[in-house]
């Protein structure tokens, strides 16, 4: 949860008596709300208590992933060693799916907004986020790794935001030591900028710490709705206590006695399993130290009146937030900071079970064939350790004289008085085991070959099984992701809400050089919420619609052709939005704009702006809107004064290139307004077809099967004395 309070509400939006959203709800003769909140600190402890077997069994799931040997073993013998089975399928699902839900074009959302505009800036500032959170690896692929554990998606939402200090070189005018400018001198100094970096973050909460009651409800909104409520264990240090003591989200006199009483919560028991973040530090050999509090985090719909006290009678249900402390202890009450007046918490099971809130973890079904499959290798080892270590029998009456063991050693003993004990070689027995365990986890899994690194399948397989098994990944694929995609599209909605709501300030890239400066004069204002959009996360669907791009250009081509049926029926076509998101799919957010350009984001950089980046030698792009003679004279005179690195020579001959380019279509337009006017005039001349597009390479049909033995060519007909149509020559 982020330590900034919730900003004040638009004056438009906000009523005089309204009170609020980050006033404290928790008044101290307020003690209607207080037994109220007591009752459900009451649910809520019971409530973990209920769902303690499913997180031990959660921790069991993690034990497997990351191959730990834990009381499940029925085989206990001296070899420790576990067949990653679970892992590599793991793995390799959380890599199809993320290549499935985030493809290599880097276009993974579509907005639409409600005057038909698709996609545009907000959807590059949505893009622009993804990279800055790490969304393909960092959020994607792990909550595909926690759902197939776990069997739950949990997002939550929030805002991050940070000060920063950039220091750039700047050049000032000199002066003399009265302060007085002197003309002609300059002196290098250095320029101090406070920045203020903010951007939504996506959390990923482990099953275990989040609790919704009732737990028959089929979304967080609908048990809201009910009258249920939603917690979340947070377990935080003194340092975390005290920012949100700072920001007015835990009461003062509340939180200082909590702070005191900490040494003591910690040394005596708690009633609640252990979190599974303590547990994924010990498997990645990290000891948690320093002391924790274990504070819930408690979303629920609250009756408050329009000064908002609570009042059961008159009052109406809104979503408030409540921090609640152990021994009944009530930190702190709010109304929801955020303004779309959602729960942040996004909660969706893996595989939806009706009438059930949360899911069953895919791993479970697999989960004792992994335990048959260590207890095979350990098995087979000890038998193989064993056998390299021989037992001798040798009958106690011949003699106690010591045994030599070497290389072609002779032992005088009688045959009947000495025998070697040879154990068994369970290995094949081992082998056997394992790949039968592999074959059940991985089809139980829906786990292929195809998407290991390398073959697991023993017998050859042609081309069309392959293809055949492709088809099939395909669609159990579609069905899996089809569930991340609807959690993505509410997280992209998230992003845009929480944009609207905490960035206060135009977006632009604090760089230096041509980058810089076009980003700065392309600055994304604050869009409006959600409401005005309609977001889909795609990235899915254009991974698997990338075979459809030839037909789409393909249809282009012939409808194009079509334009005078198309006007004469009343309709337009124009295949822009068509073109640029082919563009978008086939080359990728980077490369496609350089492909389609949108003129009216083409911005012409001052000449003397361009005449310091060139004296630095940066490489300064020619726009086309570009006045190019006044360009030109002004990087002359600048390129007079020296031009080391030869970047003022290079950005003159593009000016010069891009102006012989522009008279020349100048040229081209007027000698085609001439042959239309010899057209007009009832002149042979007809108007050139450049842009006008042929219809598209099409799949031909299929040739006829050849003739029966001994028949006619068609080229041999008239010889033969048959008819045969004349041939085009």
């Known amino acids: 949860m982020s330590e900034r309070a919730a900003p004040a509400e638009p004056e438009e939006d906000r009523p005089r008596q309204r009170l609020p959203r980050s006033a404290d709800l928790l008044g101290r003769r307020n003690s209607k709300l207080r037994r109220d909140l007591d009752k459900t600190w009451d649910q809520v402890k019971r409530g973990y208590e209920d769902q303690a077997r499913r ?12 191959c730990r040997l ?7 013998g001296e070899s420790e060693i576990f067949v990653p089975i679970i892992r590599d399928a793991v793995k390799a699902i959380a890599t199809r799916d993320t290549n499935q839900l985030c493809p290599a074009s880097g276009q993974f959302v579509e907005a639409i907004s409600q005057d038909g505009a698709i996609n545009g800036p907000i959807v590059d500032l949505l893009h622009e986020y993804a990279a800055t959170l790490h969304l393909k ?5 792990t909550a595909i790794v926690m759902g197939l554990i776990e069997g739950q998606y949990n997002f939550y939402m929030d805002w991050w935001d940070t000060r920063r200090e950039i220091v750039s070189r700047a050049t000032t005018p000199a002066t003399t030591p009265e302060g007085l400018p002197i003309p002609g ?7 101090v900028t406070d920045v203020t970096e903010g951007r939504p973050i996506v959390e990923l909460l482990h099953d275990s710490d989040v609790l919704i009651r009732p737990d028959t409800a089929d979304s967080v909104d609908e048990a809201l709705a009910a009258g249920g409520f939603v917690a979340i264990a947070r377990r935080w240090s003194k340092e975390k206590l005290r920012k949100l003591k700072d920001a007015g989200l835990i009461r003062a006199d509340v939180g200082g006695d909590l702070e005191e009483q900490m040494d003591a919560i910690m040394a005596g028991s708690q009633s609640l399993p252990e979190s599974a973040e303590k547990l994924l530090n010990e498997i990645a050999g990290i000891r948690k130290k320093g002391s924790e509090v274990l504070i819930w985090e408690l979303w629920k719909r609250l009756p408050l009146n329009e000064r908002g006290q609570y009042d059961e009678e008159n009052g109406v249900p809104r979503l408030c937030r409540v921090l609640m402390g152990p021994d009944r202890m009530i930190l702190g009450g709010h109304r929801n900071p955020h303004w779309n007046d959602r729960c942040p918490l996004i909660s969706r099971p893996v595989e939806k079970v009706a009438g059930v809130m949360k899911g069953v973890p895919p791993v479970d079904a697999v989960l004792s064939i992994q335990y048959e499959a260590n207890d095979a290798v350990n098995e087979g080892a000890d038998a193989a350790h064993y056998a390299a270590m021989p037992v001798f029998l040798r009958d106690p009456a011949s003699g106690n004289d010591p045994i030599i063991l ?6 005088d003993v009688p045959p009947a008085s000495f025998k070697l004990l040879e154990w068994p070689d369970l290995t094949p027995r081992a082998i ?4 039968y365990a592999t074959a059940q986890i991985f089809q139980s899994l829906g786990v292929n070959p195809s998407m290991l690194p390398q073959q697991t399948s023993t017998s050859r397989r042609n081309q069309a099984q392959v293809a055949q098994e492709q088809a099939i990944d395909l669609l159990t694929t579609s069905i899996r992701v089809g569930v991340l995609e609807e959690v993505m599209t509410e997280v992209v909605g998230w992003m845009v809400d929480l944009d609207y709501q905490f960035r206060d300030r135009e977006m632009t890239v604090l760089t230096h050089g041509a980058m810089g400066v076009r980003a700065n004069m392309q600055a994304i204002p604050a869009f409006k919420t959600r409401e005005y959009y309609r977001f889909r996360w795609w990235g899915a669907d254009a991974a698997r619609n990338a075979a459809q791009y030839q037909q789409q250009i393909a249809f282009l081509n012939v409808a194009g052709s079509m334009q005078p049926l198309l006007q004469a029926q009343g309709k337009s076509f124009d295949p822009v939005p068509a073109l640029e998101a082919s563009a978008g799919g086939i080359f990728g957010p980077r490369i496609a704009p350089l492909i389609i350009k949108d003129m009216r984001a083409q911005w012409s950089i001052p000449p003397e702006l361009e005449n310091q980046m060139l004296a630095q030698g940066d490489e300064v792009p020619v726009s086309p809107l570009d006045d190019d ?3 030109l004279q002004a990087h002359q005179q600048g390129m007079a004064q020296g031009d080391p690195s030869g ?4 950005h003159i001959r593009r000016h010069m290139a891009a102006l012989q380019a522009k008279n020349a279509a100048m040229m081209a337009q007027q000698v085609q307004g001439m042959l239309m006017g010899q057209a007009a005039d009832g002149g042979e001349q007809r108007p050139s077809r450049a842009g006008r597009p042929q219809p598209g390479g099409q799949v031909m049909p299929m040739r006829p099967n050849r003739g029966p033995p001994g028949m006619t060519h068609p080229d041999q007909l008239p010889q033969a004395g048959g008819i045969a149509m004349p041939r085009k020559m």
């Open 55 to 66: 997180a031990d069994r959660q921790a069991d799931n993690w034990d497997a992933y990351f």
């Open 70 to 76: 834990n009381a499940n073993q029925y085989y206990n």
């Open 137 to 141: 690896t960092d959020v994607v692929q």
């Open 185 to 191: 001198e300059d002196v290098d100094d250095v320029e």
């Open 406 to 411: 070497n290389l072609g050693a002779i032992i």
């Open 432 to 435: 056997a085991r394992i790949q």
């Open 629 to 631: 003679p006044k360009h």
């Open 647 to 650: 970047a003022f020579a290079m």
